[in-house]
């Protein structure tokens, strides 16, 4: 059918539309008219994956310019694939109706694991062996290896994307995780690396949560979306939890012993390379300070997703200090500088002397002295690791503030917090300049870089726990440090700082009110929408003369109300039954948060049930 939307013509694929759908999407298209965020609530079952699919996509056809894409995020992968659905059956709904067919690309993002069809990495059954393996095959430094020694084993698909994918765009059509990997197949490109770069110019990207707010994989995945975009976050009643374990970490005795392996392997391949190409370490380090400052760049122009892991701090104060240099420096441009740094930021091309010009000085002096040479950053790491031990040595609970472990790191080992808040990007830098083939077996030592930046960049909203014993083996000890965040909108800011509206929609968001809070944003529409009573596909609870409970599922009678129901047992003589509406005190039964009496402790109890009262919020849908 069609719809008129507060002026807007929608497109909806089904024969009849529920009042409360048509009220969801008048507040959806108040909120995209806004360019702000919304929070609405409408119970499970009553279509608001079609209802926003048909309302945003009306809305991106009406105006191109205001909404570019519909980043959908859900949890997990089959409800991903139901999204997937309904968005097809939409966009064949308006064919049939317009007689052509839209110029629309919609499509799934899922992990490696998910989407991988080498014969020998698709075999392998968890998620880092994947990703780990994918990555010995398809690195920068191991493709040039292959193609001066076929012996060396590289990835047939993603040279195939690499040589021709990137020249002919995904055609325009709707693929789940299947489509994507049967074509795939018969292109012989990477399904995965395929679909990461067709979310560039997709209308409508689904893929999960984490894409989004796990800083590390929304650095590599969604920094490139543009700001005119709509997210959706479907299912958002854990969504704080989501974001609360994207920021968390816990190191165990174990991971502390698996970093000194990975230490000793880091020293050794050093060694190796000093021995071989010395040229190549002192390469290394001015990559690093180009990469900040590309980082820096890439954010003015309003095209990086701001990465928790990365300090603000480090990259905000600088812009202003580098446009001053430059201005007071200006001339050189003209006659050129003795710039050590590649790319110099006054004359372009540097490289010509052994220290920073004026203009590239601030970048230079933000990375730390002590941890420049990849040589004095593994020694700073292993004198992290030995104090990371020594705290695991606990016979009692130990709960401390980020700015309390840091003195206390101070104190007794002498490292600052500034070298600290480096470590994640100086790893990474380090593992790409010794060629690291597999760097799932350095997760060990990534984790532990990742604590000591996170530790180091935020002193407020987490917390570290250090427990002498693990909750799985409470009488064994088993030392385990927790870091955890205690605000959920520290990974969720960057989302709604990016891009114009954000939407937050479950069947389960009361009280309304308390997102808001524990995610520090303003919306501009806030709703909550009821079930229709009258429609055929409802489960009436329906209560026995003996008390005996049933659910009862079938055909409703005229006006949407429940026929009665008549049992007949060999034992007792025939029971008339009907449908409960008010529990024993003659309140109405409901599910709503706002009628409930019981919060924190169980429900009253009642006649006919175990534990059930009148506002038990389990009776509406007739569970037990």
Same mark, same amino acid.
């Given at each position: 059918?069609?719809?008129?939307?507060?002026?807007?013509?929608?497109?909806?694929?089904?024969?009849?539309?529920?009042?409360?759908?048509?009220?969801?999407?008048?507040?959806?298209?108040?909120?995209?008219?806004?360019?702000?965020?919304?929070?609405?609530?409408?119970?499970?079952?009553?279509?608001?994956?079609?209802?926003?699919?048909?309302?945003?996509?009306?809305?991106?056809?009406?105006?191109?310019?205001?909404?570019?894409?519909?980043?959908?995020?859900?949890?997990?992968?089959?409800?991903?694939?139901?999204?997937?659905?309904?968005?097809?059956?939409?966009?064949?709904?308006?064919?049939?109706?317009?007689?052509?067919?839209?110029?629309?690309?919609?499509?799934?993002?899922?992990?490696?694991?998910?989407?991988?069809?080498?014969?020998?990495?698709?075999?392998?059954?968890?998620?880092?062996?994947?990703?780990?393996?994918?990555?010995?095959?398809?690195?920068?430094?191991?493709?040039?290896?292959?193609?001066?020694?076929?012996?060396?084993?590289?990835?047939?698909?993603?040279?195939?994307?690499?040589?021709?994918?990137?020249?002919?765009?995904?055609?325009?059509?709707?693929?789940?995780?299947?489509?994507?990997?049967?074509?795939?197949?018969?292109?012989? *490109?990477?399904?995965?690396?395929?679909?990461?770069?067709?979310?560039?110019?997709?209308?409508?990207?689904?893929?999960?949560?984490?894409?989004?707010?796990?800083?590390?994989?929304?650095?590599?995945?969604?920094?490139?979306?543009?700001?005119?975009?709509?997210?959706?976050?479907?299912?958002?009643?854990?969504?704080?939890?989501?974001?609360?374990?994207?920021?968390?970490?816990?190191?165990?005795?174990?991971?502390?012993?698996?970093?000194?392996?990975?230490?000793?392997?880091?020293?050794?391949?050093?060694?190796?390379?000093?021995?071989?190409?010395?040229?190549?370490?002192?390469?290394?380090?001015?990559?690093?300070?180009?990469?900040?400052?590309?980082?820096?760049?890439?954010?003015?122009?309003?095209?990086?997703?701001?990465?928790?892991?990365?300090?603000?701090?480090?990259?905000?104060?600088?812009?202003?200090?580098?446009?001053?240099?430059?201005?007071? *420096?200006?001339?050189?441009?003209?006659?050129?500088?003795?710039?050590?740094?590649?790319?110099?930021?006054?004359?372009?091309?540097?490289?010509?002397?052994?220290?920073?010009?004026?203009?590239?000085?601030?970048?230079?002096?933000?990375?730390?002295?002590?941890?420049?040479?990849?040589?004095?950053?593994?020694?700073?790491?292993?004198?992290?690791?030995?104090?990371?031990?020594?705290?695991?040595?606990?016979?009692?609970?130990?709960?401390?503030?980020?700015?309390?472990?840091?003195?206390?790191?101070?104190?007794?080992?002498?490292?600052?917090?500034?070298?600290?808040?480096?470590?994640?990007?100086?790893?990474?830098?380090?593992?790409?300049?010794?060629?690291?083939?597999?760097?799932?077996?350095?997760?060990?030592?990534?984790?532990?870089?990742?604590?000591?930046?996170?530790?180091?960049?935020?002193?407020?909203?987490?917390?570290?726990?250090?427990?002498?014993?693990?909750?799985?083996?409470?009488?064994?000890?088993?030392?385990?440090?927790?870091?955890?965040?205690?605000?959920?909108?520290?990974?969720?800011?960057?989302?709604?700082?990016?891009?114009?509206?954000?939407?937050?929609?479950?069947?389960?968001?009361?009280?309304?009110?308390?997102?808001?809070?524990?995610?520090?944003?303003?919306?501009?529409?806030?709703?909550?929408?009821?079930?229709?009573?009258?429609?055929?596909?409802?489960?009436?609870?329906?209560?026995?003369?003996?008390?005996?409970?049933?659910?009862?599922?079938?055909?409703?009678?005229?006006?949407?109300?429940?026929?009665?129901?008549?049992?007949?047992?060999?034992?007792?003589?025939?029971?008339?039954?009907?449908?409960?509406?008010?529990?024993?005190?003659?309140?109405?039964?409901?599910?709503?948060?706002?009628?409930?009496?019981?919060?924190?402790?169980?429900?009253?109890?009642?006649?006919?049930?175990?534990?059930?009262?009148?506002? *038990?919020?389990?009776?509406?849908?007739?569970? *037990?």
């Amino acid at each position: 059918m069609k719809l008129n939307i507060d002026g807007l013509l929608v497109y909806f694929p089904y024969d009849y539309i529920y009042p409360e759908q048509y009220s969801y999407m008048l507040e959806l298209k108040r909120t995209l008219d806004a360019k702000g965020h919304g929070v609405l609530e409408m119970p499970s079952g009553t279509g608001k994956t079609i209802s926003l699919l048909s309302l945003i996509v009306a809305y991106q056809r009406a105006f191109p310019l205001e909404v570019t894409k519909l980043i959908y995020c859900s949890r997990t992968v089959p409800e991903i694939e139901k999204v997937i659905e309904e968005l097809r059956k939409l966009l064949d709904f308006h064919e049939k109706q317009t007689g052509e067919k839209l110029p629309f690309l919609g499509l799934a993002l899922s992990s490696r694991k998910n989407l991988c069809i080498h014969p020998e990495v698709s075999t392998l059954r968890f998620g880092k062996e994947v990703d780990g393996k994918c990555f010995s095959l398809t690195a920068s430094y191991v493709r040039a290896q292959h193609q001066q020694d076929d012996s060396i084993a590289s990835c047939r698909f993603f040279e195939e994307f690499d040589a021709l994918g990137r020249q002919v765009p995904l055609p325009y059509g709707v693929y789940n995780l299947d489509d994507l990997k049967a074509y795939g197949r018969q292109k012989g *490109w990477c399904p995965y690396f395929l679909a990461r770069y067709s979310i560039l110019h997709a209308n409508i990207v689904v893929y999960s949560y984490h894409y989004l707010l796990d800083p590390k994989i929304a650095d590599l995945v969604s920094k490139e979306l543009a700001r005119k975009s709509v997210v959706v976050f479907d299912e958002a009643h854990n969504i704080d939890n989501v974001c609360i374990d994207s920021m968390g970490v816990n190191i165990t005795r174990k991971t502390l012993d698996r970093c000194q392996g990975n230490v000793a392997t880091l020293q050794a391949t050093i060694q190796n390379i000093k021995e071989t190409d010395a040229q190549k370490l002192k390469e290394e380090y001015r990559r690093l300070v180009e990469g900040l400052r590309e980082a820096n760049v890439a954010r003015e122009t309003d095209v990086y997703l701001a990465n928790p892991v990365l300090p603000d701090e480090i990259l905000q104060g600088m812009p202003g200090v580098l446009r001053l240099a430059i201005a007071v *420096w200006s001339p050189l441009r003209k006659r050129g500088c003795v710039c050590a740094l590649e790319s110099c930021m006054c004359c372009g091309a540097g490289g010509r002397g052994s220290d920073p010009c004026l203009s590239c000085r601030p970048l230079a002096e933000a990375v730390p002295g002590n941890i420049r040479t990849a040589e004095h950053f593994v020694g700073f790491l292993k004198r992290f690791l030995e104090y990371l031990k020594s705290r695991l040595r606990v016979h009692h609970v130990v709960q401390e503030s980020p700015p309390s472990f840091l003195k206390d790191v101070f104190e007794k080992v002498c490292i600052e917090r500034k070298p600290l808040r480096f470590c994640a990007e100086r790893l990474r830098s380090l593992l790409r300049t010794l060629e690291i083939a597999d760097v799932a077996d350095f997760s060990p030592i990534t984790l532990i870089s990742n604590f000591a930046t996170l530790v180091s960049t935020y002193s407020k909203g987490f917390t570290i726990i250090i427990e002498p014993f693990d909750d799985r083996t409470p009488t064994i000890a088993n030392p385990i440090l927790h870091f955890s965040c205690m605000d959920a909108s520290i990974a969720i800011k960057p989302v709604f700082e990016r891009f114009q509206s954000v939407i937050i929609t479950s069947g389960t968001l009361s009280p309304l009110d308390i997102y808001p809070k524990i995610l520090d944003f303003r919306p501009v529409t806030m709703a909550t929408f009821t079930m229709t009573l009258a429609r055929t596909c409802l489960c009436p609870m329906v209560s026995l003369g003996g008390g005996i409970p049933l659910s009862w599922r079938g055909p409703s009678g005229e006006g949407g109300l429940a026929k009665p129901l008549t049992r007949s047992c060999p034992s007792t003589p025939s029971l008339r039954s009907q449908i409960v509406g008010r529990g024993n005190d003659q309140v109405a039964i409901s599910s709503k948060f706002e009628t409930r009496e019981d919060i924190g402790g169980p429900p009253p109890a009642g006649p006919g049930r175990p534990g059930g009262g009148a506002s *038990w919020p389990g009776a509406a849908s007739g569970s *037990w």
